[in-house]
């Protein structure tokens, strides 16, 4: 059964396994979702069938934290924090290939039918959807990159599609970059910060990938065993250098770079990047 991290009567927040669907499809196979409802159907002793709203999605192949939620009321709310860019969401990722310190991708994203995947497109092309996503990088080891995601648009496998145009795709990813089969995708939403949709308490929750090419950068992600720092259930334990490194790491990242790719296309801004810039606001750069 995948950890829970939290659950009310309002909304659950649980831990979604790497190669697990997060609700049915036509395949059979398992999925978050309809775990947890079972679960709660068994738990609580409910007869029929148990509601809970899948308010946000994760990739088959993507480990991490979800949140669903337990009543249609809070299903609408948590989908609005969604639609509206208030819902946090960070990555861990590892990559290959060279990546700035600070860096923030800016494209426009669309379905390609031939080659059954997104792919990046002009911002003219029709059905194209603006992407952006910022990032930082944490450590580089063995020819590959530990970087933090943070997205501020949520496009279908819009961080392995803008992170593998710039020449660094995931590690292990087979459909966008060099991965082959049997590798896992070095991708985990690590990180979720949510307002409750009634007390309007804001909740932040954290869950840690473990195994594989994360192995690597295990000292930067936990805590030496024999540390007096007290433990949380559920939170990511970053040492001293990690967490000063993150706190830099602002919510609107500006890039680090000087070049081409990583200067903003003021001239190309359109109604819906103007809508976002202002949503997030001029004091972030």
Known sequence: MPDILYEDNHLLVAVKPPNMLSQADQTGDTDLLSLLKEDIRVRYHKPGNVYLGLVHRLDRPVGGLMVFARTSKAAA?????????????????????????????????????LKNREVVCEADEKGAKLAILHGRCIARREGTALCVIRLETGRKHQIRVQMSHIGAPLWGDNRYGPGIPGQQIALWGYKLTVEHPTTHEILTFHAMPEGGIWSLYADLLTVPEDTAAPREPGMLYLTPEVVQTLENFNRRAAPSGSGEADQPQEARKTEEEMEIARKWGAEDT
């Open 77 to 113: 709310r948590l989908s609005a924090q969604l639609k509206e860019h208030d819902m946090g969401r960070e990555y861990l990722c590892v990559v290959t290939g060279e990546v700035e310190d600070q860096f923030t991708l800016t494209d426009y994203l669309i379905h390609d039918d």
